[in-house]
């Protein structure tokens, strides 16, 4: 099995000196490749003088997450594509369980390892955590992290389990399925992506899975700042992209319209918060979605099944049923 590690950067040369020599170190069953958003810094001259093993790939704008991938990839052949960001440390034999899934699991399309906090690596790291799912109205959860609450790893996830969401922080994805898929949309840039690719694979019944052998740390918010108001942004306007494109039809309006309205509670609650950038940044990416609302819907595809989501609200059981832990919410 042709695995290609590909790791997207745009002016991340001191995270490549940093984690690049473990992936290559423990990457011995894959082909690693650097694909560079344009970078300005000195990221492409580092890394043919330091590491002439990686190939590179130069992107000749930066695309962001998404569509930086997608013309990346095309330029990449493999069986399996590995996709993680450039702030992932990996650990010995991480690429073995992943590769054991695939072989023995043909229907198996896309794979999530245990994804911990490098800065506390004994807890889970928000990105991805043990495994994604998103309730009735999109908003995504995982098992150990629900918003603001991560899990210590206790070993309570050491399970191989299906899941709905994979983390774009280090996702596994068989190259076929990929170019079925037709990649990332490029209008999300970044944010969400991945969970919008996920949701249109489980629509196509692919499945989706979480591999606890398989561990990396993930730094989290070195490209773009946890708390910034343009990931706010894009987390606020994609998910409604995201639920355009794929909800069931007999759902559709109603769910939107449900969700426009928990928005604004969220830019009420920000606003409690002093956080008033936060709360403009909701308005503009709800008027951002109003412009691309035609366009996405275009995107639908002719199946979407009913049974996408996990539970029906995760905002009520987090702060209405005190259901911070995943374990305790079914």
Not at 126 to 155: H, L, M, Q, S, V
Not at 257 to 283: E, N, P, S
Not at 313 to 320: N, R
Request: proline share 2%.
């Amino acid at each position: 099995m042709n695995i290609a590690v590909v790791i997207l950067n745009w002016n991340g040369v001191q995270l490549l000196e940093q984690f690049l020599p473990s992936i290559i170190a423990y990457s011995q069953e894959a082909t690693v490749y650097v694909a560079d958003n344009a970078s300005t810094d000195a990221s492409v001259a580092f890394v043919k003088a330091n590491f002439p093993s990686v190939k590179i790939v130069i992107n000749n704008d930066n695309y962001g997450f998404a569509k930086g991938y997608n013309e990346a990839l095309k330029y990449i052949d493999a069986d399996v594509y590995a996709l993680i960001n450039s702030d992932i440390e990996v650990t010995e034999n991480w690429l073995l369980p992943i590769i054991e899934t695939f072989r023995t699991e043909p229907d198996t399309a896309i794979i999530q390892p245990k994804i911990l906090d490098f800065k506390n690596k004994e807890y889970f790291e928000y990105a991805g955590a043990a495994g994604g799912f998103i309730d009735r109205y999109g908003y995504p959860f995982c098992r150990g992290r629900i918003f603001e609450t991560i899990e210590k790893d206790n070993g309570q996830y050491d399970d191989d389990t299906e899941i709905f969401w994979a983390s774009g922080a280090c996702f596994f994805i068989r190259s076929e399925v990929y170019n079925q898929l037709k990649g990332f949309d490029g209008d999300f840039f970044a944010h969400q992506e991945e969970i919008d690719l996920c949701w249109r694979a489980f629509n196509k019944n692919h499945i989706i899975k979480y591999c606890h052998a398989s561990k990396v740390y993930h730094v989290g918010g070195a490209t773009l700042n946890e708390g910034s108001p343009r990931k706010t942004f894009l987390n606020f306007r994609n998910s409604l992209l995201m639920l355009t494109k794929n909800l069931p039809a007999s759902s559709l309006l109603l769910v939107l319209f449900a969700r426009l309205c928990l928005d604004g509670i969220a830019g009420v609650r920000f606003l409690t918060q002093g956080k008033f950038r936060h709360c403009v940044v909701i308005i503009k990416a709800h008027f951002s979605f109003y412009a691309l609302f035609l366009k996405n819907y275009r995107k639908r595809e002719s199946k979407q099944y009913r049974n996408y989501y996990k539970l029906k609200s995760i905002v009520y059981c987090y702060y209405l049923r005190s259901g911070k832990v995943f374990e305790k919410l079914f």
